[in-house]
């Protein structure tokens, strides 16, 4: 078995409007990521992105003067299957398919195609992003990704008294985080539990505007190859030790009301015990975790289903301090998804990188293993 | 390494008006492919199919009863990449992703969506589908594939000294084939030289009616499993010796104008190399070749890029009768996408197990590897 391992990151600066077509950034990313790792196009014989993605392989291959691509797939799910991109890139790697797999993801997402507006967009009918039941929540005025978690998040704020207050902690933490990450857009722009009360509502009483993600303009990629390979480039390799998608029974992407209790996060359960079984580690032997936050609920749900904390506790595991850099489980310390950037979830793989690396901005000491989730797909990397 | 097999085939019915959802024929064909195998849904744990395909996985996952996914792909290319979706199914079971998993492809192409005719439908701007480039070519009046095909063929036809009378004889041979076959639509309907001649031009004076592929509803799935699980199920399994996907500098997708030299095939090139190089076997060593067929000189093509012949003498080499059951590499015993179904070349990898059992409507004696190939990606397939 190749074990598979990222050997190269790369991205475009976060903005709010790149001012360039998402072929362009896409292409920075790659090239910046093969310059990273010490590759050239020419080495590159795999890709990998979202469904969504509207670039398509073909061009990349023209743009960046690819010679042949053995293995190219895209992952279902939105962002949710951000870290699905890792689970193909490796799979394809330690198959033999493909030695040197890249993966993408590139979008003017502030710019051009709004995820956070009602704004139904050609993307809502592409195959694989899961949006077939929007037509079953627009009727009703559920229209945005805010609205759609938002119903799940009031069942889970009523049944385990949690307050909107209560999420601003999450928030809170990762502004702090971006704020002394150069790279992150929220950089030097902490705020406090007032900054987050004062801020309007998006879903009431759920989310204000503190509690969901940005919308970003920008691109991440990154390159996985064999171990083997790996020992010969420029960078110190982060180990894949594992990488699961999860597709549970009557789960959906986004609008996930189908399942029998709407407190339970059904996935990433899924994803823990997978990644937990194949790699033999636990919740103590992480010393970063990368936790999808399109809305500061999504990391209580992480919390809970990775078992950090028990099921309703991770209000109070929040608030004692245990996400921050010196608590139990230092999250996201680029600032994650609300407080660097929402490039879909892939800014916070690099991320795990640079921490294994020890060249994150905010570098969290000794660290082993890394864990990353991104609801429908997961992983482990370790140094 | 888990050597991945083909353990389970099924499909639907192929009709010009299946009558039901897409949706239901992806369920039929899956449950049927499982029921094959001897295998229940609850053992699936991987699913893959094409980027254009309208099924979502989380509705698969409910139809069918699936407990959970740990791998979800989807392969770019449409028909060019139906190959791509063995591939991938392989990759995920070598690399311990998952166990079973299940390939589909559903479509009522004929009754609602028929990629025949101008139509553009929301499809045209499904991410994956390498269809960007429509709207370089639908401002002169090239609108269909077989337009876009007709102008590679061209080039081929004059290079080549080539004809529509010679095109004849593959349409022949594959209607001769699907003539005998009880699957095919075109069972008991075989055709004469004469009758491709009267057939009217669809993009003259290259395809006549009778050099396109039909434009088909229905759905085919297969299961792949390790070689190790397959020993208990019900079936003799068909080996994938190897896989690959196959997408060169300056390619694109069925709009292919942009490389240097249009009458070089250079995505079958490529998948021969890579097959013949990681299988040892030559073109000597197949007894069935289930080629692409979805204009007839898609076929030339193909048998000159994996060397069954030179460049150029593809049109000798059939009209000495070598694609016959008797010939030297006898194509698609089941009628091929022209004779028996467009499934978008699913149903030629189903037909190549077929083969590999002995239970084929036309079987070749002693079939020891079969080769599959369907443009942007291909396979060796052996008993």
């Known amino acids: 078995m190749a074990d598979a391992c990222i050997a190269g990151i790369g991205q475009t600066e976060f903005s709010k409007n790149s001012g360039r077509s998402e072929l362009t950034l896409a292409c920075e990313a790659i090239q910046s990521a093969l310059d990273d790792a010490g590759l050239a196009p020419s080495d590159v014989d795999g890709m990998t992105t979202f469904t969504i993605d509207n670039n398509e392989d073909v061009d990349l291959v023209r743009s960046l003067g690819i ?26 790697v330690e198959s033999g398919l493909a030695n040197v797999v890249v ?6 997402e502030r710019s051009e195609a709004r995820f956070g507006t009602a704004h139904m967009t050609a993307n809502s009918n592409v195959r694989g992003a899961g949006t077939g039941f929007i037509e079953w929540s627009v009727p009703f005025g559920a229209v945005t990704p805010a609205t759609w978690t938002g119903i799940q998040a009031q069942r889970y704020m009523a049944r385990y008294g949690v307050t909107n207050e209560d999420l601003a902690d999450v928030s809170v933490a990762l502004r702090a985080a971006a704020a002394s990450n150069p790279r992150a857009w929220f950089y030097g722009k902490p705020i406090t539990k007032a900054d987050h009360q004062e801020s309007r509502w998006i879903v009431e009483p759920v989310f204000r505007l503190l509690d969901c993600c940005q919308e970003s303009d920008g691109a991440v990629a990154f390159v996985v190859t064999t171990a083997e390979r790996a020992r010969d480039l420029k960078q110190i390799p982060a180990r894949i030790l594992h990488a699961t998608q999860s597709v549970p029974f009557e789960t959906e992407v986004v609008t996930n009301f189908y399942h029998q209790d709407l407190t339970s996060f059904e996935s990433g359960k899924k994803s823990a015990a997978e990644l937990y079984d194949r790699t033999g580690l636990g919740p103590e032997d992480f010393q970063v975790a990368m936790l999808y936050d399109h809305f500061t609920i999504a990391v209580y749900w992480h919390l809970e289903a990775f078992g950090f904390c028990g099921l309703g506790e991770a209000a109070d595991f929040v608030r004692e301090g245990n996400i921050g850099p010196n608590g139990k489980i230092p999250l996201s310390p680029n600032g994650g998804l609300i407080g660097e950037a929402y490039i879909h979830g892939m800014n916070n793989i690099t991320e795990a990188v640079r921490q294994i690396r020890g060249t994150a901005a905010n570098p969290v000491d000794a660290v082993q293993n890394v864990l990353v989730s991104s609801g429908m797909s997961a992983a482990v990397l370790s140094r």
């Open 67 to 92: 010679e042949n691509l053995r293995f190219s797939s895209r992952v279902p799910h939105g962002g949710g299957g951000s870290t699905g991109t890792l689970a193909h890139a490796m799979a394809a």
């Open 103 to 108: 993966a993408w993801r590139a979008m003017n």
